[in-house]
Each structure stands twice: as C-alpha cells, then as structure tokens.
C-alpha cells in the first residue's frame, strides 16, 4: 500500500486470531475491487468484516467448507466487493 500498489483481488487467509487492523488498513488502501476472505474463526471473521465494511466493502457470498469433516472445524469463504458508494467517492 504504502508503495501505491493496486489489485483487483485480494485474498486473505489469515492465522485464528484474525487480521490486525493496521493490515486491514493497508488492504483498503490498496483499493481492490474484491476482496476473498478466507477464515477458520467465526469470531474474528465477524470482527474483520466488520472493519471492512465500515471501509467501503460489502460482504456479497459466503459459502462453508467442510474441510475437516472429522472435526467440528468449518470454514467459512467470503467475497467482498467494493460498494458502489465507495466507487463514486473514488
């Protein structure tokens, strides 16, 4: 971000605990059109997409998977894109 990078798509998938938010700061920065959220965490998925959303994204899809079915594991794929309000203020 602070190179004044940009992407079209950002996919994240990061640890239990979540993203930090000077990381999420950095991936509104770069201003993608659509953010993949990958999570194992609902917790902190809640809290990140949260931050995102109050960044310009909405949260339009999100699908389980079952990768683990001998556990009580699930995780969750979300697709973010950028509001057509954040797109106006461009």
């Given at each position: ?23 999420l700061a ?64 461009e």
């Amino acid at each position: 971000a602070k190179a004044g990078e940009h992407a079209d798509v950002i996919i994240l998938d990061p640890p239990r605990a979540g993203s930090d938010e000077r990381f999420l700061a950095a991936v509104t920065a770069v201003g993608p059109e659509r953010v993949v959220y990958v999570s194992c965490n609902p917790e902190t998925l809640a809290r990140d997409l949260g931050y995102l959303t109050r960044h310009g994204y909405r949260v339009t899809r999100i699908q389980p998977v079952d990768m683990f079915p001998w556990s009580g594991a699930v995780e969750a794929v979300c697709l973010l894109e950028k509001s057509k309000k954040a797109r106006i203020h461009e």
